[in-house]
C-alpha cells in the first residue's frame, strides 16, 4: 500500500501522531547504535554493560563506556529527522514521542511532548540518596577511571540517570507511553530493531486498536511484519519527506 492510500484513512483534520523512536534517528547525529555493526562498543555488547550486574561487579568499566558516551554526544546536534518530529507536533499533528534514546536530542530539537522510556544519559542520580546532578560536562566525561561517589552522602557510586536491562520502566513513563499509544491513529516506529522490550510492544497495541502503522528503517525488522508501510532508507532523509507529505494532506482539509 502506498503513502497516499494510507493517509487517506484518517480524517486530514483528525490526524493524532506517536512516535516510537529508537537509536536509529540519533547515527546521523553521530550516535552509534547500539546493535549495528558500529555498535556502542564493539569489544563488549550493551546488553552486558547496561546492567545493574556489571555496574556492580565492575562500575570502573562501566563509567567508562557512559564517559565514552558522552564524549560523542557533547558534540552531537539534533539531525532533520529530530526536527520532522518537532515539526509535526507544532503542526499540532503529533501527541507526542516515546523514545528509547536516553541522548536528550530530541528536547534539543525543541520537541515538548517526551516520554523518554530508558531515561536520560546526561544526568547521573545517587541510588541511596536523592542527589541528582547533571553529566553532560568535558570534564565529567573525559577519560578518568575516577569511580564519581555522591557528593551528598558520599558512600555510593553515583550512576547514569538510565534504566538499565533487568531494570523496570518508571510506571509513569510507561502508563503515558501507553495512553498515547491507544490514543494515536498513526503509529510512527523510527529507527528502532523492535527487540527491546516492553517498547517493542507499543506498536503491536496500535496495531491491535486499527492505527496506522508506518516504520522508518534502513532495513526489515520484526516490527516490518505489523507495519502497514515501510519506508526503508535513512529517517534523516525519509522522515522529513513523509512530514512535509502528512503536513499538506493536513492543511488541505482547511483549504
Ligand atoms: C524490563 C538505556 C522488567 C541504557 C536501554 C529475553 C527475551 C525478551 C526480553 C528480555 C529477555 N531478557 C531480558 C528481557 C527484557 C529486556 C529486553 O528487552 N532485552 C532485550 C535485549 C531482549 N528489557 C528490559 O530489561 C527492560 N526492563 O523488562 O523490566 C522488570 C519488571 C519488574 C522488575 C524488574 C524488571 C529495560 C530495557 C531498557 C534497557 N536500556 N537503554 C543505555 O542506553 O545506556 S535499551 C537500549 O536499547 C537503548 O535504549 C536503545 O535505544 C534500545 C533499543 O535499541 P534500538 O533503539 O532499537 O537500537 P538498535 O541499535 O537495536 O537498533 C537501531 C535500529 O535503527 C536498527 O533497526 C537499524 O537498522 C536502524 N537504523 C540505523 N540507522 C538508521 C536506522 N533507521 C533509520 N535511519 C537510519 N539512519
Known amino acids: 500500500m502506498d503513502l497516499d492510500t494510507i493517509l487517506h484513512r484518517v480524517e486530514a483534520s483528525d490526524i493524532r501522531i506517536v512516535s516510537i523512536v529508537g537509536?536509529?534517528?540519533?547515527?546521523?547525529?553521530?550516535?552509534?547504535?547500539?546493535?549495528?555493526?558500529?555498535?556502542?562498543?564493539?569489544?563488549?555488547r550493551a546488553t552486558d554493560l547496561a546492567t545493574p550486574y556489571a555496574f556492580k561487579n565492575d562500575p570502573r568499566l562501566v563509567w567508562e563506556w557512559y564517559r565514552a558516551r558522552m564524549r560523542?554526544?557533547?558534540?552531537?546536534?539534533?539531525?532533520?529527522?529530530?526536527?520532522?518530529?518537532?515539526?509535526?507536533?507544532?503542526?499540532?499533528?503529533?501527541?507526542?514521542?516515546i523514545?528509547?534514546?536516553?541522548?536528550?536530542?530530541?528536547?534539543?530539537?525543541?520537541?515538548?511532548?517526551?516520554?523518554?522510556?530508558?531515561?536520560?544519559?546526561?544526568?547521573?542520580?545517587?541510588?541511596?540518596?536523592?542527589?541528582?546532578?547533571?553529566?553532560?560536562?568535558?570534564?565529567?566525561?573525559?577519560?578518568?577511571?575516577?569511580?564519581?561517589?555522591?557528593?551528598?552522602?558520599?558512600?555510593?557510586?553515583?550512576?547514569?540517570?538510565?534504566?538499565?536491562?533487568?531494570?523496570?520502566?518508571?510506571?509513569?513513563r510507561w502508563n503515558k507511553a501507553v495512553e498515547w499509544t491507544l490514543n494515536a491513529n498513526i503509529v510512527l516506529v523510527i529507527g528502532t530493531s523492535g527487540v527491546v522490550v516492553p517498547v517493542?510492544?507499543?506498536?503491536?497495541?496500535?496495531?491491535?486498536?486499527?492505527?496506522?502503522?508506518?516504520?522508518?528503517?534502513?532495513e526489515e525488522t520484526p516490527i516490518?511484519?505489523?507495519?502497514?508501510?515501510?519506508?526503508f532508507g535513512p529517517c534523516e532523509k525519509t522522515l522529513p519527506e513523509f512530514a512535509e507529505k502528512i503536513i499538506k494532506y493536513s492543511r488541505g482539509s482547511n483549504d
Open 72 to 97: 560523542i554526544l557533547l558534540d552531537a546536534k539534533p539531525n532533520p529527522a529530530h526536527n520532522a518530529l518537532t515539526l509535526l507536533e507544532k503542526e499540532k499533528l503529533s501527541i507526542g514521542i
Open 200 to 218: 517493542s510492544s507499543l506498536p503491536v497495541f496500535a496495531k491491535e486498536r486499527n492505527a496506522i502503522v508506518i516504520e522508518f528503517n534502513i
Open 99 to 172: 523514545t528509547q534514546n536516553v541522548d536528550g536530542l530530541h528536547e534539543i530539537a525543541g520537541s515538548k511532548e517526551i516520554v523518554e522510556m530508558h531515561g536520560r544519559i546526561r544526568y547521573a542520580r545517587c541510588p541511596s540518596c536523592n542527589h541528582y546532578e547533571r553529566w553532560d560536562s568535558k570534564e565529567k566525561a573525559e577519560k578518568n577511571s575516577d569511580l564519581p561517589y555522591c557528593p551528598n552522602c558520599s558512600n555510593q557510586i553515583i550512576r547514569p540517570d538510565v534504566v538499565w536491562f533487568g531494570e523496570p520502566l518508571a510506571n509513569e
Open 23 to 44: 537509536s536509529g534517528i540519533s547515527k546521523a547525529s553521530g550516535m552509534p547504535t547500539f546493535r549495528g555493526k558500529d555498535g556502542l562498543w564493539n569489544n563488549y
Open 224 to 231: 516490518s511484519s505489523i507495519s502497514d508501510l515501510s519506508i
